[in-house]
Nanobody
Framework: QVQLVESGGGLVQPGGSLRLSCAAS????????MGWYRQAPGKQRELVAR???????NYADSVKGRFTISRDNAKNTVYLQMNSLVAEDTAVYYC??????????????WGQGTQVTVSS
């Protein structure tokens, strides 16, 4: 059973920072592309950032320069450091694990989601 356990969400003021964590089990972590997605009220789920085992990353244009994704293979954990948060970042954030071997044929596994609220 694949399990993705997220932590670090919460309420933060505009301009503040949060660090999300996602601990994975049930997979060979190094074989998976890890990603963060988010879904705001009334909006479709969108890719925020993803990272390959090589360290290659990509980001949504809306978060470039503010968010940083990283992974620690020894801990089977992926992180999302979020700085300079704005109200538009308010959403449920989901962790995703996608097998490199099945890239293009599977959407992978998902965490339960963690709420991030940016408000004064």
């Amino acid at each position: 059973q694949v399990q993705l356990v997220e932590s670090g969400g919460g309420l933060v003021q505009p301009g503040g920072s949060l660090r999300l964590s996602c601990a994975a089990s049930g997979i060979i972590f190094s074989m998976y592309v890890m990603g963060w997605y988010r879904q705001a009220p009334g909006k479709q789920r969108e890719l925020v950032a993803r990272i390959f085992n090589s360290g290659w990353t990509n980001y949504a244009d809306s978060v470039k320069g503010r968010f940083t994704i990283s992974r620690d293979n020894a801990k089977n954990t992926v992180y999302l450091q979020m700085n300079s948060l704005v109200a538009e970042d308010t959403a449920v954030y989901y962790c995703n694990a996608r097998s490199e071997a099945l890239w293009g044929r599977s959407d992978g596994s998902w965490g339960q989601g963690t709420q991030v609220t940016v408000s004064s």
